[in-house]
């Protein structure tokens, strides 16, 4: 039995076009990430792709990708499933900040141990802070849970027992699962998927709004390592962009 898994980031964010970190801010999609999310929806419709169920993070930017994508290939009815644990990672006293200007503040090496390191998370935010999440209803059964910066290694621990749970049951089933999602939670997916080191998941950036498929094994291995996009050279200049962002 062969399992298909696709992967999608949300297109566009306002604050992707601001350059700014975003995190768990829940910021709406630009024009051009509305066109990217139809695109990706044309793209699964060129390549024969329907699927059968949908997981979005909480946030509307993979929300709404996930419904204009699903929109153009005739496929908004599918069930839908939402979980914190394919929220973006929480960029913590980040979240609001200019990449450029925290760059050039705190140096190369200090900017990308927050942006791309394993294990460091960046400083958490206060509480009070404009672009916390303090009192979000959303979040309401989280508890302790509720993080207030979070590293991709963290990412990963929360994302892990949705992967396994949800998605692959989902998958057994013989579904096929689109997850609309995050650049950092979506590089988190596919750092189990393919085992990816710590070391190297650094260079692994996520383009906005390119479907990248997996083909999965009966141990939801994947036949081939990195998976497919479905447009790869698009999805290489785009995710080059992201790679140099605050540059
Ligand atoms: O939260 C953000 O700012 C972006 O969605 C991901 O940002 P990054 O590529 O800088 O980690």
């Known amino acids: ?55 979005t993070s909480l946030l509307r930017r993979a929300i709404t990708t996930a419904n204009l994508s699903l929109d153009v290939a005739d496929r908004h009815w599918i069930p839908v499933k939402r979980d914190w644990r394919l929220n973006e990672r929480h960029y913590g006293a980040l979240q609001g900040k200019n990449k450029k200007e925290i760059l050039e503040k705190f140096g190369e090496e200090q900017f990308m141990q927050w942006r791309r390191s394993y294990d460091v998370p960046p400083p958490p935010i206060d509480l009070d802070d404009p672009y916390a999440q303090t009192g979000d209803p959303r979040y309401a059964g989280l508890g302790d849970a509720m993080p207030r910066t979070e590293c991709l290694k963290d990412v990963v621990t929360r994302l892990v027992p949705y992967w396994e749970n949800e998605i692959q049951n989902d998958l057994a089933d013989g579904l096929t699962v689109l997850v609309a999602a995050h650049g950092n939670s979506l590089r988190a997916l596919v750092k189990v998927l393919d085992d990816v080191s710590d070391a190297d998941i650094a260079g692994l950036n996520i383009p906005t709004g390119m479907p990248l498929v997996y083909e999965l094994d009966d141990s939801f291995r994947p036949l081939t390592r990195g998976g497919r996009y479905l447009d790869p050279e698009a999805a290489r200049a785009a995710a080059e962009a992201v790679a140099n962002q605050g540059r």
């Open 1 to 55: 039995m062969t399992y298909t898994l696709v992967l999608l980031r949300h297109g566009e964010s306002d604050w992707n076009a601001k350059n700014l970190f975003t995190g768990w801010v829940d910021v709406d999609l630009t024009e051009k990430g509305r066109a990217e999310a139809v695109r990706g929806g044309e793209l699964m419709v060129a390549e024969g792709i329907t699927p059968d169920i949908v997981h």
